[in-house]
Structures are given as structure tokens and as C-alpha cells.
């Protein structure tokens, strides 16, 4: 049960950043950051390869969520909280 909740929060974080991105009052660098975490995210490699004991998994589990932190502090509130709302199906 745990892990369907991790995806359902997961997919819903991934369409309020999709959101975000869109939004024109979002900075620009705020853009490029959250941009640059979701393609990392997906990317089919990684700047350190998952094979290599502990940094390959430690690369996932830093540089995304530090983008995604760094972008979020950038965004304005407001921004996020309508993004939220749009990506919960409320307006």
C-alpha cells in the first residue's frame, strides 16, 4: 500500500512541476532548474553511473531534490499553491 502512494504522490509532484514550468509568472531560472531535475529524473544515464557502489544511487538521491528545493525557494508561492490546485483537479 505504501508504495502506491508513493507513486500516486510522485505523479501528481511531476504533473504540479509540469504546471509550474508552464506558468508565465515562474522565473526563468526556476524554469531551467526544475526542467533540469525532471529530465535528470528520467534521463536513461547518469552523470555517475548506478554501478559504481554508493555514488551511483547518492547522484539520484541529491541532485534532484536539490534542484527541485533550489526551484521551489525561486518560485513565488502564490505560483505553486495554484499549480497545487490545478494539479489536484479543483479548478
Known sequence: MAI??????FKKEIKL????????RTPHLAK???GSAISYLFMP???I???IPVLGQLDD???VPLLIF????????EVVNDCR???AGKK
Open 61 to 63: 538521491l541529491i541532485i
Open 70 to 77: 533550489i526551484a521551489l525557494k525561486l518560485i513565488p508561492t
Open 45 to 47: 544515464f547518469d552523470l
Open 17 to 24: 512541476y509540469a504546471l509550474v514550468i508552464k506558468d508565465k
Open 85 to 87: 490546485i490545478m494539479a
Open 32 to 34: 531551467i532548474l526544475l
Open 4 to 9: 502506491k502512494n508513493l507513486a500516486q504522490t
Open 49 to 51: 553511473p548506478d554501478f
